[in-house]
């Protein structure tokens, strides 16, 4: 199988490549070497690669950014998905898209599922929705909704690995008391990737997160049990934070979905259980 990824040098793009590089011939762009918002250069790019499945990780993510920026966030978000897309389509590719927990309103008292009614607070969350329809109106995608993601990163991107590098240095940690999430490790979403892939379940959507959910003061907390070191909470709240772009208070999704396909996603604990074991 030749698997094309774009966006392979960011937090999740990273771990992609790894996992796939296993089984597959991977060829991987970054966004210099693919502009992904360049329809023609996307299509020329697909016809000469000629692969099997395409895995977009390329993502707009400066959620507050996108607020004065809707044109730089749709041009990735959406309309990037679109030409990826549609060149999958020609190619006869299948095609793995990444989506975000920010499609919804943040008002549910549990884990959102598949099924629940998308309604977008933010210029970014409506840019990743916009890009969710127009990669399922392929017949044979996936589009995986991640959520608070983390793994190794030289340049301590996320809100975990900032909350880890602050506990590990002895500083106070800010971290949301209202905001509820699924912590997610890149590992396990590529490995849930890989999966699909080679298992091909029905297409669509699905929750790739780690199992359970908290909130983010409680996930500090575990961090710091875990890594035996003292830790100093700074509690913040949505309405104390000062954000330019509103989020959403529970972000949690389920992938409960995913493992009636034979995907278990391990627990957020065990996750960064592991993680922290490679620090």
Request: charged share 20%; proline share 6%.
């Amino acid at each position: 199988m030749r698997v094309m990824i774009t966006g392979a040098a960011g937090l999740l793009g990273a771990a992609i490549t790894s996992e796939l590089s296993s089984t597959a011939e991977v060829r991987a762009f970054d966004h210099t070497a693919l502009d992904i918002t360049d329809a023609g250069q996307v299509s020329a790019t697909v016809a000469a690669v000629a692969p099997d499945a395409i895995v977009n990780c390329a993502a707009y993510n400066g959620v507050d950014a996108a607020e004065d920026d809707a044109p730089g966030a749709l041009s990735v978000n959406t309309f990037g998905v679109l030409a990826l897309a549609r060149a999958a389509a020609a190619r006869g590719a299948v095609f793995v898209h990444y989506s975000s927990g920010f499609v919804f309103d943040g008002e549910s008292a549990r884990p959102y599922v598949e099924e629940d009614t998308a309604a977008p607070k933010s210029v970014y969350g409506a840019s990743k929705l916009l890009g969710d329809w127009f990669a399922l109106d392929l017949p044979s995608a996936y589009v995986l909704r991640i959520e608070s993601v983390f793994g190794p990163s030289t340049r301590k991107r996320g809100s975990l690995v900032t909350i880890v590098s602050r506990i590990r240095a002895g500083e106070p940690v800010p971290v949301f008391v209202d905001r509820t999430v699924s912590p997610t490790y890149t590992a396990d979403v590529a490995a849930a990737t890989h999966a699909l892939l080679i298992r091909r379940p029905p297409f669509g959507l699905y929750h790739c997160v780690n199992a359970g959910s908290a909130s983010w003061d409680e996930v500090a907390k575990t961090a710091a049990e875990m890594l035996g070191l003292p830790f100093q909470l700074t509690p913040i709240t949505l309405e104390t934070a000062g954000l330019r772009a509103r989020r959403p208070r529970c972000s949690a999704l389920s992938p409960a979905k995913l493992a009636a396909v034979g995907i278990e996603m391990p627990t957020w604990r065990d996750a960064l259980a592991r993680y922290l074991a490679t620090l």
